[in-house]
């Protein structure tokens, strides 16, 4: 592997990380950037792949791979409930096996690692907020395929990130957060264009009018603010009839 594949120091690999979170659209397309990554940077692709494995509410999930036979030793762990990447998490600490051949404490994971011809892995975590919990894993087809310097490189690497894995959630927060509130804006600008249009054909006041849109809601078991749509559109005579505020 070329070595201008590698960031050559750590304001290098921020300015990456960086670029992740501000080039990608979603934390799930962040996560799958960042495995592919990781996999680049921290090893020999060619001999080597990356994985991300998150926890919430207890249950670990594969979030992240560069390559699928990532999943497939994850999910052994995932099924015993016990494996490197599952304790890395848990124990907060670096899991190293040099050779997987030599490991008795994990019987489904060196059983699945044997058959995808994996000869070492790497699991270290990543520090989240919150109640979830994520880990960096990186298996080698070669055994003893991490040296000191990979393992130093790589909790220095988790560092930096896990503050970029971070900073894209609360990205992501926040824009859950605004398209929440547009919704809830066009929501109540339909309902109260549709009250104001019965207001003037019933020449009823503005409570009379919900009362009668939440009568229709109920009994055809359809959205208010559907039944509202419905009512603007059959007004101007046009159902693509904006009703929506603009980002």
Known sequence: MADETRPQSPELLVDHLQDLVL??????EML???A???AVTLTDPAVAFCS???IQQRKPVTVARSDDSAVRLDESQYRADDGPCLSSIREQAVVHLPDLTDVA???AFTAAAREAGVGSS????????GEASAGLNLYSTQSHGFTADDIS?????SYHASKALRLAVRISQLAEAKAHLLAAMES?????????????QNRCNQETAMKILKIASSSRNVKLRDVAASVVASLSQDPNVRTHFDA
């Open 153 to 157: 490189m790589v909790e220095t690497y």
């Open 32 to 34: 799958d950037e960042l």
């Open 23 to 28: 080039k990608t659209q979603d934390v799930k």
């Open 36 to 38: 592919r990554f990781s």
């Open 52 to 54: 991300i494995t998150l």
């Open 122 to 129: 790497l699991s270290v975590p990543l520090i989240l907020e």
């Open 188 to 200: 109540r600008t339909t309902i109260d264009l549709a009250a104001g249009a019965i207001m003037a």
């Open 105 to 107: 404490r994990w019987p």
